[in-house]
C-alpha cells in the first residue's frame, strides 16, 4: 500500500511516541511527552491545533515532520512560515522518500520555510529542496570569571592566578552607566506595550519573527522545560526593548544565555542598557561564561562592545520563500534569529 501524508490525529500519537522512543531513548521520549501540549497546542499561531505532518502506511505511522508556526516580518510585510522541528523516521522506513514528501508538506503550507540548528541529512533535505542557506549563526561569548574557567580547564593553581583578572574585570563593568532618560527593570505583565515595539522595531530587520506580547509569553513564561528571566528596557517609561536569559550548571562551569534581545535595529542605547544591566546580573549569580547566538550585525556590535568575542559558529540557518512575488533576503546580518528560535533551546 502506498505512503500518505497527512496532518497528525490522535491515532498517530503512540506510533509516534514508540519510534521517537526507539530513536532518541527512554529519558528523551518522556521529557518530549512534557513539552507537547506547550509547544504544539498552545502555540499564539496554532489556533487550529497541532501542524504536525505525518507519513502513514496501512494506517500506521512511520514519522513526522512537526513545524512551529510563526508569523514571520519579511522585508515589508508579515507572512506565514514555520521553523521544521521534531523531524523523524522509523528507522526500517527509512531511504524510501518519506523524508522529502515530508518536507514538501511543510513548505507547501506556509509562505516561508524556516530551519535552523539542522543536523547534517536534515540540512542536505532542505538544500536539495531549493532552501537558501544563510550560513552558521554567529557565536558570542564573554568571560566573567576567568579563574573560575582556567581552574576547571588546568587545575587549581591556574584558577588562583587567574583571580585577580577576575576583580579587575568586575571593576571595569561597574563603572558602565546607563543612559540617564532610560530604566533597565523585570518584567511584569508581558502587555500591549510589547504589540507597539514589536510595530516600530520590526522595520529594521529583513526578516524576524513577530515578537508581541501573545509570542513572549508563549515562548519566554509559559514554557514548561526551561525558567528564563525577562528584563525591559524603557525610555521615559516607554517600552524599547528586552532581553530573555537563563543560566545553569554544565560540567562543573556556571553558564549563562541570553536567549533574546529585541530592539529596534538602530536604538544602540537600549540594547547598552540591557547588556550592562544583563551582565551584572549574571556575575551576582556566580556566572563564569555568557554565550550568546545571534544573526543582527547590530546586535552583534553591542555585544562586542560589552566584552564578547566570536567563538566558533554553530547551526545552519535555512530558508525558502515559496511565492514568487516574494523577494529572497540573504544577508543574515539583517536577521534577527537568537537562540531562542526555533525550538533550539529545548
Not at 120 to 138: H, K, M, N, Q
Not at 139 to 168: E, N, V
Not at 281 to 300: D, I, K, M, N
Amino acid at each position: 500500500m502506498s505512503v500518505e501524508i497527512g496532518l497528525r490525529s490522535t491515532a498517530d500519537a503512540d506510533d509516534l511516541h514508540s519510534i521517537y522512543r526507539r530513536i532518541f531513548g527512554d529519558t528523551k521520549a518522556a521529557t518530549r511527552r512534557t513539552t507537547w501540549s506547550w509547544q504544539y497546542e498552545r502555540n499564539p499561531q496554532s489556533p487550529s491545533g497541532p501542524v504536525v505532518y505525518v507519513a502513514r502506511r496501512d494506517a500506521h505511522a512511520l514519522g513526522q515532520m512537526g513545524t512551529m508556526p510563526v508569523s514571520l516580518w519579511w522585508g515589508d510585510r508579515e507572512v506565514r512560515a514555520a521553523w521544521g522541528i521534531d523531524y523523524f523516521v522509523s528507522p526500517d522506513a527509512e531511504g524510501q522518500g518519506h523524508s522529502i514528501a515530508l518536507a514538501k508538506a511543510w513548505m507547501q503550507g506556509v509562505d516561508v520555510a524556516l530551519a535552523l540548528g539542522l543536523a547534517e541529512t536534515s540540512y542536505l533535505i532542505c538544500r536539495r529542496l531549493g532552501f537558501a542557506d544563510l550560513g552558521f549563526v554567529p557565536f558570542h561569548q564573554a568571560i566573567l570569571d576567568p579563574g573560575a574557567i582556567a581552574g576547571k580547564r588546568y587545575g587549581t593553581l591556574a584558577g588562583r592566578l587567574a583571580a585577580p583578572l577576575t576583580a579587575a574585570m568586575r571593576l571595569v563593568r561597574k563603572k558602565r552607566p546607563l543612559p540617564a532618560d532610560m530604566e533597565v527593570r523585570d518584567a511584569e505583565d508581558i502587555g500591549a506595550d510589547y504589540d507597539a515595539l514589536w510595530q516600530t522595531a520590526r522595520i529594521g530587520y529583513d526578516a524576524c519573527v513577530r515578537r508581541d506580547a501573545g509570542y513572549v509569553r508563549w515562548r519566554y513564561r509559559e514554557t514548561p522545560h526551561k525558567q528564563y528571566a525577562i528584563v525591559e528596557s524603557r525610555r521615559r517609561g516607554a517600552l524599547t526593548g528586552f532581553a530573555v536569559t537563563r543560566h545553569e550548571d554544565y560540567k562543573g562551569l556556571r553558564l549563562g544565555w541570553i536567549v533574546d534581545l529585541f530592539t529596534a535595529a538602530g536604538d544602540r542605547d537600549s540594547r547598552d542598557a540591557l547588556l550592562t544591566t544583563v551582565m551584572q546580573r549574571f556575575e551576582h549569580a556566580g556566572v563564569a561564561r555568557v554565550q550568546v547566538l545571534c544573526t543582527s550585525r547590530a546586535l552583534v556590535e553591542s555585544l562586542k562592545r560589552h566584552g564578547f568575542f566570536a567563538g566558533e559558529a554553530r547551526g545552519h540557518l535555512c530558508a525558502r520563500a515559496n511565492e514568487i512575488s516574494l523577494p529572497a533576503f540573504t544577508d543574515a546580518g539583517r536577521w534577527h534569529v537568537v537562540f531562542g528560535d526555533g525550538d533550539w533551546d529545548r
